[in-house]
């Protein structure tokens, strides 16, 4: 029985190191190569020994599929590459490809500049790891060899990231990445055409939520934000570089223009205006509003949005600015937070979510006096909002694309076992399919029922749908033919041109049959009665009365002889070839 | 006019003659031309087409030859009596080509010739169907088909060839190949028996049942098969036949197909069964309960709002707003969407900002954790795919893709209509829908709110969140949310006085939106009379121990709040008692200003004697309609007073006409039109009984006249004007008018003639003049047949009596005979049609107060942002046109594009669209004008256009037509300056 496996090596009931390995049909692929947030030490990294001890990981691993930029899923792929070592393909979207070093090397920097480890994968090593990859398309089929073809499907969730199908034969598998049903400002929803996978490997992040609409949060942040404006008070929006960051601007970009307004909004530079620069570029992965427009003005070429300047947080009246990093735990957003946090006509919105222990977290769980470094007291007179502005899919959102991809099975990753538990119980209720949840390490094996193609001869084809009704899509049809396997192929020809292949001689086979009747009359006249009979019986099918007095029911062939013993008894024989049919009609007990 | 006459059948004779040399060429003629002269066609011997196509084919050596002969004969048209024979040759050359290209060409001729005009293709049916015999390839197959169906839709009357049509196409059905399949469904859905019964037994089993035989196809494996097979039962159940209730199972497993168009086309055949069916129960699968099939069926095409494919979404969410019999709890459902975080149950957004404006915390600050979810939630109650219509809306109101989003919006506002308490509902989520990327999107919920909102009541929190759009640098957003806000019941007084607020602050925002801020003020207070009382004293600031500053008069904000209390004062007797003296005042001058956004109140008696001006220009409508009739009595009965009283009854009725036009505004229309009918009246009589034409002018140095012949024929001229502007400016003028107004330029021409004829020496160019205009009685007399009865004793009665004798004399003579009948006619009457409206236009932008000059490198251009409102219009896209006046007398004419007109209501147009000026360089700024013209063509008039019609019907002779097409233009607005500087361009 064929059968697909997969393993998990992270992200199997967890979130984050994504990474999960798919043998399906004797082809290896990696889906995603991601390091965990949560570690420090070698546990950051997928354990690659699983794959192999000591072979070279190219010759176990046909490809590797990176879904998204974001280092959850793509963060370990330098060290997987250049330092354990693998120079197969790897594949990615055009803006994945595009903004995924720059991430890197972000990541690089930190660890090994800012935390001082060694050890680590170099700028070198991002370089010629980006030179392993093959950019793809949306809905591009690509061949990664003779029999494995990937394809992807737009995800939303952040610019550039795709959900890709992975087939080999008539097996597949789609995976998801981090994928989001609801459109945002800037991006799209994701889409899957009704491709039968055999199974879907799908996240779970918010299996077990069903989110309110996008309007009424984005409602409240714009009104927040003008109200505190218009009061002439500061407004902190402290972001990651990408992803939600540009849907903020956007948000608010677009916000200024309808209302005219004249307050305005910076961007602290570096990473984010790097990353701009790609949002502009990548236009056609954007969302309808953006696309249709860009023509006329790129949404990204932001009119009154522009950069930040250390000496501006010092200016008088109203200004809203973003500032990384997210949880407010250093660098510029810390700064400009000490700055404004005195004044109560401010305000400061947390797009999202903060670690324990940051100064983010302290002042959303209500904390009104901080102590920074060098026991300073600072007292926060500010308004603190919270915003969630999230782009995974929530339960809803996951059962939608399972309707629209129609799996036989379903997998979970990247999310909480409990919350798994209950999606996966959902999912089997609803749409009666298997579901599964591996941990790491653990692997599951699904067996699969794959289609066999045949090549049939036209002539063959044609001759045999002649016969009978039209063929009907939904029911299986009978027809007669050789298979014949030859070479790794399968043919459906007509028997002759078999025999004829194969040269052997045609046998016919007959079947005879004696029935005895009690009929004391003469041989000729119990023929002839026969043949009455049949005639009135199979009124559709050509009886004949041969002259040497026996009968022919198309190919069925009917004697009379008298028994030899008693001539009372007449012996009808009935000699018919493999052709059943016309038989069934003929009741010879009617006698 | 018997010169005349011959010069015509010259022209004609040349025409023919043309017309035949190009019938010789085969025909070039182009499909207009053809029209034109298919009168004249009946004449010409023409060369057989049939013959040349013929000759064509039999040369032709190898099937691409043929083919470009058949494309070459495709592009010509061909009369109706050869078609017959043309087809005889098709055929035969049918039968004998070999290529299947050829053929497929011949059938599709074979269709297009079906169609011309005239022609009844029932004599080549059988052939057609003949040729389908032998056929073997499944295109020409599928194109004789094509064919067949054309013949039959030319047919329908005949059921019998119908009857034979569907059989051959039920014949066809077991083809192999998705086209020919497509085009027999195709005919059957087009063709197929409608009427039960009627189908003869002895006809055919097959035609029978059409339903079943199209049915059996909703399986076929081809998409496009099952998509044509949908279409065809649609088409069946629009031609009338009652589908049955049996296929409503078929169609829902087509639901699911894999293909969109097979779907797409499934929604509306299910959406048609609901309406069929509406009450009949179906069962529900897996349970043992049962629904009625319009429930289901709803909640089967809110399940497709959310399909992969955005067609079918739209497809879906355009069709339930037409569902108005859904069960209510139903429809609710489509609005219900739970929310959970961590299998905890959470209230939506929506439903806090209730419960936050119930427990009477308003604006809140979110805090973190605020929306904290609350208890837990059951795991086994949770359905995460439901079955009914559970949030199909939401879904649809969030959609990516925004044609989703307005058919959403479109049918909340249609099920909203019909259902209170879903308007209720649905109210958060429109609020929510102000805020879209898209404006279309906005805009078309911003109307859709307007349109319910007799239903429902604003809550505070929503009215805050539909006031944030008053920001809205949009123009038509800001416009639309103002007509919202003119209908919208707001709840209590806090919510007007937000509304107040927000509104002057739109106000300093955009100064531009004055009018239609004050507009939506007033109706705001005449609605919420009682809300409006306890906020006067604030509003007006006024104090009850000290006097306060007087406001400034020419505040717009200011007027604004006034137009607020004053329409809310009108039935709240007790608010004037709140008012300050000032208030007062201003009340009289606002009256009398602003008359119709400041309605008349019985204020207490000191004040009215203080302000003595407003009771008594409070006339009601009655009264003022009574006196407009009244005068015109007066006038039309004073026909036979010596001219010196008429003139001055005349200038009296004038002007009191125009004063009540501008009173009143909704006599404004019939007071002017009746005003300018009379000011022609005035000036023809002026001139007629003036020194100039009393007399005679062949003993007297026509030198002297100089200066009185100017003015005559200005007078004539300005005549002539005021008719066109008479008879297109006006909106709702009928025949009765027309006739009359023709009937005065008439004169006016008269008159022109007779001035003409006393400046001009010689006779020579008035043989023409006379001509002419004995040609124009003449048409007249044609185009009013009907109307002469009713003119007893005018102008152009006498005139027809006289015709023969003028036909034979002189020019001098005509002349004097005109004069004297001019001057014994009497005046007509001039009945008044029900509603008469005059078309205005208003030029908001450029607004022409800028000092600042518009710069520009000359030789450039530089677009003129041009707004203007226009009212009573009748097609604007085809009359109004933008004219730029130059200093240097250069004017330019621009048509504006049709899209850069919309249409806020009935009556009201906007013109919205960019001018282009360009000019050689100035040494310094000027000022251009720019205005709008109304283009009027005679031709196009209502009348001249009904009377060229039938004449046309009755003779075939060409007559001119009336008046030969005198365009012009009548400007309409008054003309707004531009200070623009081009400047010489930089070597």
């Known amino acids: 029985m064929p059968e697909i496996k997969v393993t998990p090596l992270g992200a199997g009931q967890d979130v984050g190191r994504s990474c999960i390995l798919v043998s399906i049909a004797g082809k290896n692929v990696m889906l995603d190569c991601g390091m965990h947030m949560g570690y420090n030490d070698d546990r950051r990294f997928p354990d690659f020994s699983y794959i192999t001890q000591n072979g070279r990981l190219t010759d176990f691993l046909d490809c590797v599929i990176i879904s998204h930029f974001h280092l959850d899923h793509c963060g370990a792929l330098p060290y997987f590459s250049e330092m354990v070592g693998y120079d197969g393909p790897i594949y990615m979207t055009h803006p994945t490809k595009a903004i995924c070093p720059i991430l890197l090397e972000d990541y690089r920097k930190i660890t090994v500049d800012k935390k001082g480890e060694t050890n680590f994968f170099t700028s070198q090593m991002i370089k010629d790891c980006m030179k392993k990859v093959v950019a ?140 701009n620069h790609y949002y502009k570029l990548f236009i056609t992965w954007t969302n309808q509003k953006i696309r249709k427009t860009f023509v006329q003005r790129n949404m990204f070429e932001f009119k009154h949005i522009k950069a930040f300047d250390r000496a501006f947080a010092d200016n008088p009246g109203p200004m809203v600015v973003f500032a990384t990093p997210g949880m407010l735990h250093a660098g510029q957003s810390l700064q400009i937070f000490r700055k404004w946090a005195g004044n109560e006509k401010n305000m400061v919105i947390m797009p999202g979510y903060c670690v324990q222990g940051t100064v983010g977290h302290k002042i959303l769980s209500g904390q009104r006096k901080l102590e920074m470094e060098g026991r300073q007291i600072l007292e926060v007179k500010m308004q603190v909002e919270y915003m969630s502005f999230s782009a995974h899919a929530d339960a809803k959102g996951i059962m939608q694309l399972i309707r629209q991809a129609e799996p036989r099975n379903v997998l979970l990753v990247h999310g909480e076992a409990k919350k798994m538990e209950f999606l996966k119980q959902k999912i089997e209720q609803e749409f009666h399919v298997n579901c599964y949840m591996p941990a790491n390490g653990e692997t599951t094996t699904i067996f699969t029922n794959p289609s066999i193609p045949v090549d049939i001869s036209l002539g063959l084809l044609k001759r045999e749908t002649a016969i009978g009704l039209l063929p ?36 016919q086979l007959r079947f005879t049959c004696r029935v005895h009747i009690q009929d004391p009359r003469k041989e000729h006249e119990t023929v002839l009665r026969v043949y009455n009979h049949l005639k009135g019986v199979l009124k559709d099918y050509s009886v004949q009365h041969l002259p040497d007095g026996s009968i022919t029911v198309e190919s069925i062939l009917i004697q009379a002889t008298a028994h030899s013993e008693d001539q009372g008894t007449k012996v009808l024989l009935v000699s018919w070839t493999y052709q059943v049919g016309i038989l069934e009609d003929i009741h010879f007990n009617q006698f | 006019m018997a010169a005349h006459l011959k010069k015509r059948v010259y022209e004609e004779f040349t025409k023919v003659v043309q017309v035949s040399a190009e019938g010789s060429e085969l025909c070039r003629v182009t499909p207009q031309q053809h029209e034109d002269l298919s009168a004249k066609k009946l004449r010409l011997t023409k060369p057989s087409k049939s013959a040349a196509l013929h000759v064509d084919l039999c040369k032709a050596t190898s099937p691409a030859d043929a083919l470009q002969y058949l494309l070459q004969f495709a592009r010509k048209p061909v009369e109706v009596e050869s078609v017959e024979g043309v087809v005889r040759i098709l055929l035969e050359h049918y039968y004998k080509e070999n290529d299947a290209s050829v053929r497929l060409k011949i059938a599709s001729l074979l269709g297009l010739l079906s169609k011309t005009a005239g022609f009844s293709p029932d004599c080549i049916m059988d052939d057609a169907i003949n040729t389908l015999q032998n056929e073997k390839s499944h295109q020409v197959l599928a194109q004789l088909l094509d064919t067949l169906l054309v013949i039959g839709t030319k047919l329908t009357e005949n059921p019998s060839v119908r009857m034979r049509l569907v059989e051959v196409a039920c014949k066809h059905l077991t083809d192999s190949s998705h086209g020919v399949r497509n085009k027999c469904l195709q005919l059957i859905g087009c063709l197929g028996p409608v009427e039960k019964g009627v189908a003869k037994e002895a006809e055919s089993q097959a035609a029978k049942d059409v339903q079943k035989i199209i049915g059996d196809h909703f399986n076929d494996q081809d998409p496009r098969v099952r998509t044509a097979a949908i279409k065809a039962m649609l088409q069946l159940h629009e031609r009338g036949l009652k589908l049955q209730q049996a296929i409503y199972g078929q169609a829902c497993k087509l639901l699911a197909d894999d293909y969109e168009q097979v779907r797409s086309a499934a929604v509306q055949l299910i959406w048609v069964l609901s309406q069929l069916y509406p009450e009949s129960i179906v069962p529900i699968p897996s349970s043992n309960e049962e629904i009625r099939l319009v429930d289901d069926a709803f909640g089967k095409i809110c399940h497709m709002v959310s399909d992969g494919s955005w067609v079918v979404r739209v497809q879906a969410a355009k069709l339930l707003g037409s569902m108005q019999q859904v069960s209510s709890h139903f429809l609710e459902q489509t609005l219900d969407k739970k929310l959970m975080s961590d299998l905890r149950r959470k209230r939506t957004a929506h439903e806090r900002a209730k419960e936050l404006y119930s427990s009477g915390e308003f604006s809140s600050g979110r805090k973190w954790g605020d929306d904290a979810p609350k208890e837990e939630i059951d795991t086994g109650a949770v359905n995460l795919i439901e079955s009914g219509a559970c949030g199909a809306f939401v879904h649809g109101l969030e959609d990516e893709m925004y044609e989703v989003r307005i058919a959403a919006v479109e049918a909340l506002c249609m099920l909203a209509q019909s259902s209170p308490s879903f308007a209720e509902k649905c109210l958060d989520f429109l609020v929510d829908m102000f805020n879209d990327e898209i404006e279309e999107v906005r805009l078309q919920s911003i109307h859709t709110m307007r349109k319910i909102s007799n239903n429902i009541t604003l809550r505070e929190d929503q009215l805050d969140t539909v006031l944030a759009v008053l920001e809205d640098s949009s123009r038509d957003i800001r416009e639309a949310l103002h007509e919202l806000l003119c209908c919208t019941n707001v709840s209590t007084k806090e919510g007007i006085h937000l509304a107040l607020v927000e509104l002057l602050k739109n106000l300093t ?65 007790t608010m004037p008692a709140l008012f300050s003296d000032h208030t007062f005042r201003h009340y009289a001058y606002l009256r009398d200003s602003l008359s119709h956004l400041v309605p008349p109140l019985r204020l207490p008696g000191r004040k009215l004697v203080s302000s003595p001006v407003s009771p008594s220009i409070t006339p009601h409508e009655d009264p003022s309609q009574q006196f407009l009739h009244q005068s015109l009595e007066r006038v039309y009965n004073l026909q036979h007073l010596d001219p010196q009283g008429i003139q001055e009854l005349l200038e009296f009725t004038i002007r009191d006409l125009q004063r009540l036009g501008e009173l009143q505004s909704e006599l404004a229309g019939m007071a002017d039109f009746t005003a300018t009918y009379l000011q022609c009246q005035l000036l023809l009589i002026k001139v007629l009984f003036s020194r100039a034409l009393q007399e005679k002018l062949w003993n007297v140095a026509a030198p002297l006249y100089l200066k009185q012949n100017a003015l005559a024929s200005a007078a004539a001229k300005q005549i002539l004007e005021e008719t066109y502007k008479m008879e297109f400016m006006y909106s709702g003028v009928e025949s009765r008018q027309v006739v009359i107004i023709h009937h005065m330029r008439l004169q006016a021409k008269a008159l022109q003639l007779i001035v003409t004829a006393r400046t001009t020496r010689g006779v020579e160019p008035l043989f023409g003049m006379c001509e002419k205009f004995l040609q124009e009685v003449d048409s007249f007399q044609r185009c009013f047949i009907s109307e002469l009865p009713q003119m007893q004793g005018s102008f152009v009665d006498k005139l027809l009596d006289l015709m023969p004798r003028l036909v034979t004399s002189k020019p001098s003579e005509v002349v004097k005979i005109l004069q004297t009948t001019l001057r014994q006619s009497t005046f007509l009457h001039l009945p008044l049609p029900e509603r008469l409206h005059r078309a205005s236009a208003n030029i908001i932008e450029p607004t022409g107060e800028s000092d600042n000059p518009l710069r520009f490198t000359s030789g450039l251009v530089v677009a003129l942002d041009v707004d203007a409102t226009l009212e009573h219009v009748q097609d604007p896209q085809g009359t109004v046109k933008v004219q730029v006046l130059y200093p240097d007398g250069q004017a330019q004419l621009i048509h504006p594009k049709p899209a850069d007109f919309r249409n806020p209501g009935p009556g009201r147009h906007r013109l919205i669209t960019q001018v282009y000026l360009s000019h050689t360089a100035w040494t310094e700024p000027c000022q251009i004008e720019v205005r709008l013209l109304l283009a009027y063509n005679s031709n196009k008039s209502k009348a001249a256009t009904k009377i060229a019609k039938s004449t046309w019907n009755e003779s075939l002779e060409a007559l001119p037509q009336p008046e030969n097409g005198i365009e012009g233009t009548i400007p309409f607005s008054k003309p707004v300056k531009v200070y623009i500087m081009p400047k010489p361009a930089r070597r």
């Open chain 1, 136 to 275: 793809v398309h949306l809905h591009q089929t690509v061949q990664v060899d003779e029999e494995l073809e990937i394809k992807a499907y737009y995800a939303g969730h952040v610019l550039g990231a795709a959900m890709f199908q992975i087939k080999v034969g008539c097996e597949s598998v789609v995976y998801t990445g981090d994928y989001n049903m609801t459109p945002d400002r800037h991006l799209g929803a994701a889409w899957i055409d009704k491709c039968r996978p055999d199974l879907l490997i799908t996240e779970s992040t918010y299996a077990t939520t069903i989110r309110d609409s996008k309007r009424c949060r984005e409602r409240d942040f714009l009104k927040k934000v003008h109200e505190t404006v218009e009061r002439g008070g500061k407004v902190l929006i402290p972001v990651f570089a990408l992803g939600r960051a540009q849907e903020l601007c956007i948000l608010l970009e677009t916000f200024w223009e309808r209302m005219n307004l004249k307050a305005p909004i910076y961007f602290s530079t570096g990473l984010t205006e790097k990353a």
């Open chain 1, 472 to 507: 009907d899509a939904k029911k299986p049809k009978l027809m007669h033919g050789t298979l014949i396997m030859k070479d790794n192929s399968f043919r459906l020809v007509s028997p002759e041109q078999a025999l004829k292949e194969l040269g052997l001689a045609e046998h």
């Open chain 2, 509 to 573: 925002k955009y100064p531009t939106d004055r009018e239609s801020i004050w507009k939506c003020l007033k109706f705001l207070g005449s609605r919420h009379p009682t809300l409006v009382l306890p906020l006067v004293p604030e509003l007006l600031s006024t104090h009850p121990f000290f006097d306060t500053p007087e406001p400034d008069m020419d505040d717009p904000a200011y007027i604004a709040v006034l137009v607020l209390i004053f329409n809310a004062a009108k039935s709240c007797p």
